[in-house]
């Protein structure tokens, strides 16, 4: 056994696996095992980023669905505000319509009147006129006189 080379060759096999992994087994583990806490920290890390970003998507995405919500009470509230003017507009243009429909007719009814008197006054110019002349045509000289007698002194009566 100690003569034969097969045993001399398979202990000193033995002996440099042992070396081998006497010196290199320790800091190959020691490798593994820093490179395996590094790989653990970074998955850790992306977990926690991960888990961020998950919180602000959906802070971002219950912010924009209160935007939208905002927007779509601006536009309702605009949307009401101009259905008000809208109609402010139409009652006061109603109103001014009326009032100047009523201040045509008021002049309308104005100028009716003063058409009227001037047609009363011109009637009774002419009757006057024509009264005039026809009193002058029949009347002689002396009726005429005591015609003009009485009417001054009925005049004078009535302004006393």
Not at 102 to 129: F, G, H, S, T, Y
Request: hydrophobic share 45%.
């Amino acid at each position: 056994m100690f003569g034969s080379e097969y045993f001399w060759i398979t202990v000193s096999l033995i002996i440099f696996l042992v070396i081998a992994v006497k010196m290199g087994l320790a800091p190959t583990l020691a490798k593994l095992d820093a490179r395996s806490e590094r790989i653990r920290k970074e998955l850790e890390e992306a977990q926690a980023l991960r888990e961020e970003a998950q919180k602000m998507l959906a802070d971002h995405k219950r912010r924009q669905r209160e935007a939208l919500k905002d927007a779509e009470e601006i536009v309702e509230a605009a949307r009401s505000e101009a259905k008000s003017l809208r109609d402010a507009a139409e009652h006061e243009l109603e109103a001014t319509i009326r009032r100047r429909e009523q201040l045509a007719m008021d002049k309308i009814a104005q100028a009716r009147k003063n058409a009227e008197a001037q047609l009363r006054q011109q009637a009774a110019e002419l009757a006057v006129a024509a009264a005039g002349r026809l009193i002058a045509s029949n009347l002689d000289e002396s009726r005429q006189a005591a015609l003009t007698d009485s009417s001054i002194n009925e005049v004078g009566r009535k302004l006393n």
